[in-house]
């Protein structure tokens, strides 16, 4: 039973324009959220992350937004670039014990020059 | 500050064979976990390990096991590898409590 649920397996987005990615949850214990960006023959690398009792996080050109009573959340990209071509990873996790995030299955992102 | 070193990077082994991957956290962290990625099922945890002791485990079979030793490094260990165990497995380290991890490059373990 997959916790964290990335729907989309790829998308492809024109440079400049917004990417939009989109993650969802079933466990309502999940109080913190990241998301990863990996590139092929590398590890997953931290982007940027929300706690739950906020709606929207923004670090430069990424967003990460929080609908708790969907539990949805989303990354923008804007505007987007050709280095951001990766697959990014929504992860959640709940409190207590160590932290331990569960990952979704990945969007793989691919934005065209 | 090195980042999360494992090794080998690469590697080949037939079925029935067993493997041992390394990793080396970050300097300072003690919470060490494993993760296996395949094709499209993302990063499912293995186990997680902090001071020597197994602290959590995800849902493998008992061929997958793992230890850290006192300066925090880790093995994870595959023993009678089947061709379901092809995949990369990745290293992450963190500090104690904290949410982010630290990932290393991978081990890709290919089984023929």
């Known amino acids: 039973d997959q916790q964290v649920k990335q729907n989309s397996p790829s998308l492809s987005v024109q440079e400049g324009r917004i990417s939009i990615l989109n993650c969802d949850y079933t466990n309502s214990m999940f109080d913190y959220f990241l998301w990863y960006k990996k590139y092929p023959a590398e590890g997953p690398t931290f982007l940027i992350s929300i706690s739950s009792i906020k709606d929207k996080n923004e670090d430069g050109r990424f967003t990460v937004f929080l609908n708790k009573s969907a539990k949805h959340l989303s990354l923008h990209i804007v505007p987007s670039q050709p280095g951001d071509s990766a697959v990014y990873f929504c992860?959640?996790?709940?409190?207590?014990?160590?932290?331990?995030?569960?990952f979704g299955r990945g969007t793989s992102l691919i934005v065209h020059p | 500050k090195a980042g999360v070193t494992q090794t080998p990077r690469y590697l080949i082994k037939t079925r029935g064979q067993q493997v041992t991957l390394s990793c080396s956290p970050i300097?300072?962290?003690?919470?060490v976990s494993w993760y296996q990625q395949t094709p499209g099922q993302g990063l499912q945890f293995l186990f997680e390990?902090?001071?020597?002791?197994?602290?959590n485990k995800g849902n493998f079979p008992g061929r997958f096991s793992g230890r850290q030793f006192s300066n925090s490094r880790s093995e994870m260990n595959v023993s009678t590898l089947e061709l379901g165990d092809s995949a990369l497995y990745l290293c992450a380290s963190s500090n104690e409590g904290a949410n982010v991890l630290t990932f290393g490059a991978g081990s890709r373990l290919t089984v023929l």
């Open positions: 992860a959640a996790s709940a409190p207590g014990g160590s932290y331990i995030p569960t």
């Open positions: 300097s300072g962290h003690r919470s």
């Open positions: 390990y902090f001071s020597e002791t197994q602290r």
